[in-house]
């Protein structure tokens, strides 16, 4: 469905990253040079400097913050450029161009949240009667809102495991309109097979939409692969700073953004002008945050599956992920992003018991910042996603989601090793206590200091927390988004 002509060179992009030169005999652990875009630059480059055709030769080198509301008219029915900041701002225009060059696409249309950016989409392509098939691993808010809010407007869901392409043929009725996947999947990471969904979806005349938040358009480009949407969270790893919310909906299909933009008008919905700015700035540096994030994500699961306390870690780059062949595929240069999701022996208590002895990694919900972040989805981003759903895409009460940051990985793993301490259960903790304490050496002593007096504490203040958070299937006292 897409009307903007995709350049040549975008579509040579396509070519899996395993046939780089720098190709080795693990293909998901090859760094590959990224791709250049259809304007013969990196994305490295394009995500600092935006389209060429926007440079200027006098003005401000740093995108000005157009913080006004309205437009001066020069006369009645005359006027060449913004009229009201609910339409269009020059700031939120620049945003829009960078995140519409990034995928060699008219430029981006940009929300207040993510979410704004996916009720606008939905608005856009879906009426009462219509029906959508949604991938069963995807970011909890969007399970809400297929479940809760559009629902209730008369459009239908069905959720499918989408990294079954039969599964997504099989659901296809005369009403479906749109597919919705999220790929990797917040939080499991299950990964689906984008061009082999786009050739059910073209068949079928239905919409492709990827929420591409996690990999963005530096390490994974969906719509060279054949959707016709991608969405974004761009409070997550395109802003990368926790500064601003924001949310974006790309396309190469101009009639499609057209609509999008005329009811994020109807809607007033769009980002705010300080937030499209702070976005900007931390664009810059979207390229090079990713790839020291992989790397670096890389090293902490890696030194996770090796841990004896750890039951399960899953990151595309491990070499026993099972979809390891498809995201070698599907990811660029050979990086598969900052977000692992893991979980320790002991269950959900041992669980709890963990975030709450991190130090240095930060207990928030959120994703994709410079710092490393812990999440525990049952409880927070995932917990209105129905139990049964959750369980059925391996999101169990004990899973620990970790979004890695630019810190030395060897810190965090300090920290993760003293906080998967500290969430022994009590019995494990006195045998081991038992068995290896020996006073005169000084690191045994660290052990045993843990394990004697922190450590019991740690997991019985978890027990009490968790009763009242996991199992009520939300927080009493966080609110979840
Ligand atoms: C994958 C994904 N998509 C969409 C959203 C929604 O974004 P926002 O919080 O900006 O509304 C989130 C939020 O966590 C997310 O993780």
């Given at each position: 469905?897409?009307?903007?002509?995709?350049?040549?060179?975008?579509?040579?992009?396509?070519?899996p990253a395993c046939c780089s030169s720098l190709e080795s005999a693990d293909p998901g652990h090859a760094e590959t040079?990224?791709?250049?875009?259809?304007?013969?630059?990196?994305?490295?480059?394009?995500?600092?400097?935006?389209?060429?055709?926007?440079?200027?030769?006098?003005?401000?080198?740093?995108?000005?913050?157009?913080?006004?509301?309205?437009?001066?008219?020069?006369?009645?029915?005359?006027?060449?450029?913004?009229?009201?900041?609910?339409?269009?701002?020059?700031?939120?225009?620049?945003?829009?161009?960078?995140?519409?060059?990034?995928?060699?696409?008219?430029?981006?249309?940009?929300?207040?949240?993510?979410?704004?950016?996916?009720?606008?989409?939905?608005?856009?392509?879906?009426?009462?009667?219509?029906?959508?098939?949604?991938?069963?691993a995807?970011?909890?808010?969007?399970?809400?809102?297929?479940?809760?809010?559009?629902?209730?407007?008369?459009?239908?869901?069905?959720?499918?495991?989408?990294s079954d392409?039969?599964?997504?043929?099989?659901?296809?009725?005369?009403?479906?309109?749109?597919?919705?996947?999220?790929t990797p999947a917040n939080p499991t990471l299950k990964i689906t097979d984008?061009?082999?969904?786009?050739?059910?979806?073209?068949?079928?005349?239905?919409?492709?939409?990827?929420?591409?938040?996690f990999l963005?358009?530096?390490l994974q480009?969906?719509?060279?692969?054949?959707?016709?949407?991608?969405?974004?969270?761009?409070?997550?790893?395109?802003?990368?700073?926790?500064?601003?919310?924001?949310?974006?909906?790309?396309?190469?299909?101009?009639?499609?953004?057209?609509?999008?933009?005329?009811?994020?008008?109807?809607?007033?919905?769009?980002?705010?002008?300080?937030?499209?700015?702070?976005?900007?700035?931390?664009?810059?540096?979207?390229?090079?945050?990713l790839k020291e994030q992989s790397r670096n994500a890389q090293v902490i699961a890696e030194w996770l599956a090796g841990h004896h306390q750890v039951q399960t870690v899953y990151y595309p780059g491990l070499a026993d992920f099972p979809q390891r062949e498809l995201a070698a595929r599907q990811h660029l240069g050979g990086l598969h992003g900052g977000v692992i999701a893991f979980e320790i022996k002991?269950?959900?208590?041992?669980?709890?018991?963990?975030?709450?002895?991190?130090?240095?990694?930060?207990?928030?919900?959120?994703?994709?910042?410079?710092?490393t972040?812990?999440?525990?989805?049952?409880?927070?981003?995932?917990?209105?996603?129905?139990?049964?759903?959750?369980?059925?895409v391996g999101l169990t009460?004990?899973l620990i989601r970790l979004s890695v940051?630019?810190?030395?990985p060897q810190?965090i793993i300090?920290?993760l090793e003293?906080?998967i301490?500290?969430?022994?259960?009590?019995?494990?903790?006195?045998?081991?206590?038992?068995?290896?304490?020996?006073?005169?050496?000084?690191?045994?002593?660290?052990?045993?200091?843990?394990?004697?007096?922190?450590?019991?504490?740690?997991?019985?203040?978890?027990?009490?927390?968790?009763?009242?958070?996991?199992?009520?299937?939300?927080?009493?006292?966080?609110?979840?988004?």
């Open positions: 469905m897409s009307a903007f002509k995709q350049p040549a060179s975008a579509q040579s992009r396509t070519s040079p990224l791709p250049p875009l259809a304007t013969g630059l990196s994305p490295s480059t394009t995500a600092l400097h935006g389209p060429l055709h926007l440079r200027r030769s006098t003005g401000p080198l740093i995108t000005p913050i157009t913080q006004s509301t309205t437009f001066n008219q020069r006369r009645v029915g005359e006027c060449d450029g913004p009229t009201y900041s609910r339409v269009g701002n020059p700031t939120v225009d620049q945003l829009e161009a960078v995140l519409g060059s990034l995928e060699d696409a008219p430029p981006s249309v940009c929300f207040a949240t993510g979410l704004a950016a996916e009720t606008a989409l939905f608005l856009a392509l879906l009426k009462a009667g219509d029906h959508a098939i949604v991938a069963d995807i970011y909890g808010g969007t399970v809400r809102l297929f479940r809760q809010v559009l629902n209730e407007l008369g459009i239908t869901a069905t959720f499918v495991d989408a392409p039969s599964a997504v043929a099989a659901a296809i009725t005369k009403n479906t309109r749109l597919v919705f996947i999220e984008i061009a082999a969904i786009s050739r059910i979806t073209k068949a079928a005349g239905v919409t492709l939409v990827v929420d591409n938040t963005t358009p530096a480009r969906p719509l060279d692969l054949g959707a016709d949407v991608t969405v974004y969270s761009t409070t997550k790893h395109i802003e990368g700073h926790s500064t601003s919310l924001g949310g974006a909906i790309t396309s190469r299909d101009e009639k499609l953004l057209e609509r999008v933009r005329w009811i994020r008008k109807c809607t007033g919905n769009i980002q705010a002008p300080f937030n499209a700015f702070l976005t900007i700035q931390g664009l810059k540096t979207l390229p090079l945050r002991g269950g959900t208590e041992a669980g709890a018991a963990l975030l709450n002895a991190a130090r240095l990694c930060r207990l928030v919900e959120h994703v994709g910042s410079v710092e972040l812990l999440t525990h989805p049952a409880s927070m981003t995932h917990a209105d996603v129905p139990r049964e759903q959750r369980l059925r009460d004990g940051g630019i810190e030395d810190d300090a920290d003293q906080a301490a500290a969430a022994r259960p009590a019995s494990i903790v006195h045998r081991a206590a038992a068995e290896t304490f020996d006073p005169g050496d000084e690191h045994d002593h660290v052990h045993a200091h843990h394990a004697g007096r922190r450590v019991p504490d740690a997991a019985a203040q978890a027990r009490v927390q968790v009763k009242s958070t996991v199992q009520t299937n939300g927080g009493a006292a966080c609110i979840s988004r």
